[in-house]
């Protein structure tokens, strides 16, 4: 059976270098024979995370659905942008409200649990992103308990890296994403 990657992008904005880089994640990923379902955090539209909300009335609804959207996949791509050398917001946010949401008999941060993370950034910043992948593997490594790849893509110089048919132009960037792919693939596969 083949594992199921899920792939998005912590970032919503129209044209987004990481929606870009998420999409070809999700293209090499199926190319590598995984079952992959590539969202939209717009999907999933949060509020910002605040306890006192979430003591009134719970979590919200598209926080549950995420968060069941992690659980169904052995292996999560995320592809993060970075500002002010960290995540966005919105990522930030979207991380935080599923690490609250528990379903009955479930340990917490369950959503991270028992599946393999792997990391891509795209940026026009010299570092390509690299600020928010480190940023990114702290929430999630020490945060929340995630397994995080140690293999992970920065794409620098983002608004000239990709060609008209969304491919990476660099051939050494474009083989470093397959094996950031085939290593998720693997690792995912073991939770398969």
Known sequence: MPPKILVFAGSIRTGSFNARLAA???????????DVSLISLSDYPLPLYDGDLEGRSGPPEFALKLK???CAHHGIFITSPEYNASLTPLLKNAID??????EAKEPPLAAFKDRVFALGAASNGT????????ALRHVLELGCGALV????????????????MDELKDEAIAALLK?????????????A
Not at 181 to 190: D, I, K, N, T
């Open 24 to 34: 070809l994640a999700a293209k090499e990923l199926m190319r590598a024979e995984a």
């Open 149 to 164: 790849l140690p293999e992970q893509i920065a794409v620098r110089g983002a608004s000239q890296a990709f060609d008209d």
């Open 179 to 191: 094996r950031v792919v085939g290593r998720l693939v693997e690792m995912a596969g073991r939770f």
């Open 127 to 134: 570092y390509g992103g690299m600020r928010s992948l480190m």
């Open 68 to 70: 069941r959207a992690f």
């Open 97 to 102: 409200w599923i690490s609250r949401v528990r």
